[in-house]
């Protein structure tokens, strides 16, 4: 038989469920230099929603990057380092919003 605790733990797990899938997205990709077709170390990579949600890290030294844990939802997206042009599709003739979310990592590569 169950007893009170037992029942309000499975209430708090069953409801706390919705709230962890909310935060499931993932995007990975890559920092590439145009010119060297190397990856870059270091570059500060930033994604973040117009309602203001943002999530940060930085390229390893093969210039590549992955932030789990994202809220589903459409990201614009920054990269920057010191020494380097923005990419191109940071104008906002090419900028494309990214959708974040799902059972598979979205994926951003950059040159």
Not at 13 to 28: H, K
Not at 49 to 61: H, Q
Request: charged share 25%; glycine share 10%; net charge negative.
């Amino acid at each position: 038989m169950f007893d009170r605790f037992t029942v309000a733990a499975c209430w708090l797990v069953l409801l706390a469920a919705p709230g962890l899938a909310q935060n499931a997205g993932e995007v990975e990709g890559s920092v590439i230099n145009i010119a060297t077709r190397t990856g870059v170390p270091g570059v500060a990579v930033k994604f973040f929603t117009r309602l203001g949600t943002r999530y940060e890290t930085t390229t390893d030294a093969q210039g590549e990057y992955s932030i789990r844990g994202m809220k589903e939802d459409e990201y614009d997206s920054s990269f920057e380092r010191d020494g380097f042009a923005p990419p191109a599709f940071t104008s906002a003739l090419f900028r494309k919003l990214l959708h974040v979310g799902g059972p598979n990592p979205a994926r951003l590569d950059v040159e």
